[in-house]
Each structure stands twice: as C-alpha cells, then as structure tokens.
C-alpha cells in the first residue's frame, strides 16, 4: 500500500505541474522585442522627388506605416522617430531609439539616381569611413540634411557614438543580410546587395542598425508601385519577414537587451 501512498501525492503534483493556468503566466514573462521605426527626411526636408511628383518623405512614412501594422500582427512592439510630416534632426533619430529601449532600429528611405533605368532594393548597414564610392554618394544624399553634430562636446559625442554602433556591427550586418535576402524575392525587384556607407542617421544606435533604400523613386516604374498600397504592404511583409529570419538566427544574442530590461 505504500506505493499507492506516494504515488497518489507525485500524480497530483504532476498534474498541478501541468495545469494550463500556469501557461499566461509564463507567456507574459516573455517580453516583445521592440522595433524603433524611422521614417526618412520629413517637414521641409521632402528628400528624393519622383518624375511624377512622389516624395521620399511621404513614401517613406507610408512604408513605415504600413511596416508598424505587420511588425504588430508579427508579435513586435514598434516606436517611429516621426508618425507625420515632421523634421526630426538626423543626430536626434538613434537617440530616441535608445531612449525607447529599442532592440533594432530600421531606417526607411527611397532611392535616386540620374539613370532612370536603375531600379531595386539595397540594405546598408553603419561604415565607420568613407566606404565605396557608389555608397558614399548615396550616403551624402540621405546626409544631406544633417547639420554639424550638436554641442560643444561633438568631437567626444562622436567617438561615443561611433562606439556604440561599433559594439553592434556584427549584428547589424546580419540583419541587413536578413533583410535584403527577403527583399531579393520580392517580384520585380532587382538585387543590389548589402553595403556599408556612413550614413549619420544610424551613428549612435545602440542596437542592431539598418538603412534600407526600398526602391528607386528616379525610377518611374518604381515610382508608380510605391504609389500601389498593394505594393507597399508587400514590401512591409518583406522587410517583416526579413527582421523575423534575424531573429529566428541570432542565437539569442539580439535578445540581450530584451533580456536585460525585463530582470
């Protein structure tokens, strides 16, 4: 009879073990990682103009728009550098990302070039010099709006921020490859490849940090897709999917801060 005893005790314990209303409990321990969404130029900075009139600024805003929806349905948090037509200053935008705590930050840009003809998707990831010269160009453009850093501190606010971005270059070309692979399979548009370029906007991003030149707005055939709201939420499914394959491969590195914010 002792056996009975004992066991009767062990299942009760088991099955108290395994009751479901242990469940919410463990899933509300897992926090959402949080995605900070930057939507390129804005207010009087219009960026890139398109042959028909489109600009960067309000086709950059409707991507991230759009992106904010299929992170959420994804499972992420999202917060936007700007939600309207208003000029954040360039130095300003990884700030904000770092103050939100956020795990990746994704800058969203169209791009231009005198070839109408050229046309596709690029990721870029933070270059601490000049990089190429086809990378620096397209750097200098999405730069061009950045005024002299801030401060009389600049020169050491400089190297601080080049620090921070440093720590994280590994990662962040993991997920410019992530991205870019998704956006190679996306229908019509032709592969271009990650790269890196010194683009201001990501100096200073203490996390995982990409710029994504979506398509080329010179392009009148690119153009008029990014007019497509068809289009646009398939492009930000793409880039869903591409921020999820990183995740999914990270090894839980990426989840650090995620981690560290919840203990």
């Known amino acids: 009879m002792t056996p009975r005893i004992l066991l009767v005790p062990f299942l009760s314990l088991l099955a108290w073990g395994q009751s479901p209303k242990t469940a919410p409990a463990l899933l509300a321990a897992a926090p959402r990682l949080k995605i900070a969404l930057d939507a390129g130029h804005g207010g009087e900075d219009t960026g890139a103009k398109g042959a028909k009139g489109l600009l960067e600024k309000d086709a950059a805003l409707a991507i991230v728009q759009e992106l904010s929806k299929t992170l959420d349905e994804a499972g992420f948090d999202v917060v936007f550098t700007r939600g309207d037509d208003t000029l954040i200053p360039l130095w300003d935008r990884a700030r ?8 990746l930050f994704i800058s969203i840009h169209l791009n231009a070039a005198r070839s109408r003809a050229a046309k596709g998707s690029e990721v870029y990831f933070l270059s601490l010099d000049r990089g190429d010269e086809d990378a620096a160009s397209v750097a200098a453009l999405e730069n061009a709006g950045a005024s002299t850093r801030p401060g009389a501190d600049s020169v050491v606010a400089g190297i601080l921020e080049d620090m921070a971005q440093k720590a994280y270059l590994q990662d ?92």
């Open 96 to 103: 904000l990302a770092n103050e939100a705590g956020a795990d």
């Open 172 to 263: 962040s070309e993991r997920l410019a490859v992530a991205v870019q692979l998704q956006l190679n399979r996306l229908g019509g548009i032709k592969e271009r490849g990650v790269k890196q370029a010194p683009f201001v906007v990501l100096r200073g991003a203490a996390m995982p940090a990409v710029l994504v030149e979506s398509a080329f707005i010179s392009n009148p055939k690119e153009e008029l897709k990014l007019k497509d709201a068809a289009f646009v939420k398939r492009l930000a499914a793409t880039i869903t999917q591409g921020i999820r394959r990183y995740f999914a491969g990270a090894a839980g590195t990426a989840r650090r801060k995620a981690v560290a914010n919840f203990r």
